[in-house]
T-cell receptor
Framework: SAVISQKPSRDICQRGTSLTIQCQVD?????MFWYRQQPGQSLTLIAT?????????ESGFVIDKFPISRPNLTFSTLTVSNMSPEDSSIYLC??????????????FGAGSRLTVL | AQKVTQAQTEISVVEKEDVTLDCVYE???????LFWYKQPPSGELVFLIR??????QNEISGRYSWNFQKSTSSFNFTITASQVVDSAVYFC???????????FGKGTRLHILP
């Protein structure tokens, strides 16, 4: 399965600032996914990032708040804009691998733990 | 709409005991895939198993086993002879097809006490 490097691993940010999280994969992948995991909660999909097209956002997430770049098949960034304490979460990058058949098996990065003061 | 319910928020058992984590899913589709992921304290999610809706065979992998029952829309996960290293949050998840998003349950935090 793919190996994902995500950075920063953690950061403490001031309210109103923006932070960009980077996700690097060791192989070319078509689809990359960005998830958010709020403290003690489950994973919620923010958006699907496809190379060469705009990201597809889930309900409740908008591009102005979470702009995503996907310049090539091995890299993506997620920016958390104009942060507030409610944005304090773990943000996870993931990629799917189809394997022999069936649905994507997601491989996750280690996550970026953001704390907004 | 699809939904995954993990009713057990937190479970504590003593090492070497068996423990079962429950997962109930909802979907109207006949083709779907179910997953279990483990999130240890380090935070990184680890894939454990994928099962498609046409394969109701139970699966065993070492101390781990999974019981898939379409009649009750359940996909339960049992750890036999639990170990402290099994302490983690376990997520059950569902997707409808190979390219669709994966929906996660809220997770069950498992504590294995020495």
């Amino acid at each position: 399965s793919a190996v994902i490097s995500q950075k920063p691993s953690r950061d403490i940010c001031q309210r109103g600032t923006s932070l960009t999280i980077q996700c690097q994969v060791d192989s070319q992948v078509t689809m990359m996914f960005w998830y958010r995991q709020q403290p003690g909660q489950s994973l919620t999909l923010i958006a699907t990032a496809n190379q060469g097209s705009e990201a597809t956002y889930e309900s409740g997430f908008v591009i102005d708040k979470f702009p995503i770049s996907r310049p090539n098949l091995t890299f993506s960034t997620l920016t958390v804009s104009n942060m507030s304490p409610e944005d304090s979460s773990i943000y996870l990058c993931s990629v799917g691998s189809l394997g022999d058949s069936g649905a994507n098996v997601l491989t996750f990065g280690a996550g970026s733990r953001l704390t907004v003061l | 709409a699809q939904k995954v319910t993990q009713a057990q928020t937190e479970i504590s058992v003593v090492e070497k005991e068996d423990v079962t984590l429950d997962c109930v899913y909802e979907t109207r589709d006949t083709t779907y895939y179910l997953f279990w992921y483990k999130q240890p304290p380090s935070g990184e999610l680890v894939f454990l198993i994928r099962r498609n809706s046409f394969d109701e065979q139970n699966e065993i992998s070492g101390r781990y086993s999974w019981n898939f029952q379409k009649s009750t829309s359940s996909f339960n996960f049992t750890i036999t002879a639990s170990q402290v290293v099994d302490s983690a949050v376990y997520f059950c998840a569902l997707t409808l097809n190979r390219d669709d998003k994966i929906i996660f349950g809220k997770g069950t935090r498992l504590h294995i006490l020495p």
